[in-house]
C-alpha cells in the first residue's frame, strides 16, 4: 500500500538535503542516479549519518545491514558469497532486483565492489518502500493519518507518530518471497 502523506518529490528532496549536510556539496548538484561513492566521495561512515537524517525526519529505521549479509544470515553462508568473497550468481540476480535491471552487476564480482552501486536514487526507494507500509490503522483504532510537514506522520485523532516495520526486517521478508518465487539461491 502507497503511503499518501509523503510523496517521492519530498523523499527526493530529503536525500539530497542529507546528502548535502552530510558530504558538505550543495543540493541542487546532486543527481539522483549518483553513486554516492564513487560521485560524491561518502565513506561508510557517511552511510550512517546519511541514514540517521533520514530516519529523524520520516520517522523510520532503515536497514542497517547489507543485502547480501543479509541473504548470507537467512539463507545460509556461501549462499550469497564466496569463498573468494565473490558474489554469486543468485546475488547478482538479487541485486538487480534492487538496483535495477540495467545495473552493471555480474556473478564473480567482489562483494565490496557493491556498495558503489547505492546511488540518491536507491537511498529514496529504500525510505519510500518502508514508508509504504504505513499500517491501515493507528494502535488506538483510528485511521486518520495526517501529515503536517509532509514527512512524518500521525494519527488524527491520538497524534501518535505512525510506526513502520524496520527496514532490515523488511529486507528479510523481501528475500525469502524472492526466493520462495525465484528460487535464486541454492540452499543445501
Ligand atoms: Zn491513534
Redesign the pocket.
Given at each position: 500500500m502507497a503511503n499518501p502523506h509523503v510523496t517521492r518529490e519530498r523523499i527526493d528532496q530529503e536525500v539530497r538535503a542529507a546528502l548535502a549536510t552530510t558530504l558538505r556539496i550543495e543540493a541542487d548538484t546532486i543527481e539522483m542516479e549518483q553513486s554516492i561513492i564513487n560521485d560524491l566521495g561518502a565513506t561508510s561512515i557517511d552511510f550512517l549519518d546519511i541514514n540517521f537524517r533520514l530516519e529523524q525526519v520520516f520517522g523510520i529505521q532503515l536497514a542497517s545491514q547489507l543485502l547480501l549479509d543479509h541473504v548470507e544470515e537467512e539463507l545460509g553462508e556461501g549462499t550469497a558469497i564466496d569463498r573468494d568473497n565473490k558474489i554469486t550468481a543468485g546475488a547478482a540476480a538479487l541485486l538487480k532486483e534492487q538496483f535495477g535491471p540495467d545495473a552493471p552487476i555480474d556473478a564473480g564480482m567482489y562483494a565490496d565492489e557493491i556498495p558503489a552501486f547505492v546511488t540518491a536514487g536507491s537511498i529514496a526507494t529504500a525510505v519510500e518502500k518502508i514508508l509504504d507500509h504505513l499500517a491501515d490503522a493507528?494502535?488506538?483504532?483510528?485511521s486518520?493519518w495526517k501529515s503536517e510537514d509532509g514527512a512524518k506522520v500521525v494519527?488524527g485523532?491520538?497524534?501518535?507518530e505512525a510506526v513502520y516495520p524496520d527496514g532490515d526486517e523488511l529486507t528479510k521478508g523481501w528475500i525469502h518471497d524472492v526466493q520462495r518465487e525465484k528460487q535464486l539461491f541454492a540452499v543445501s
Open positions: 493507528c494502535t488506538c483504532g483510528a486518520e494519527c485523532a491520538c497524534g501518535a
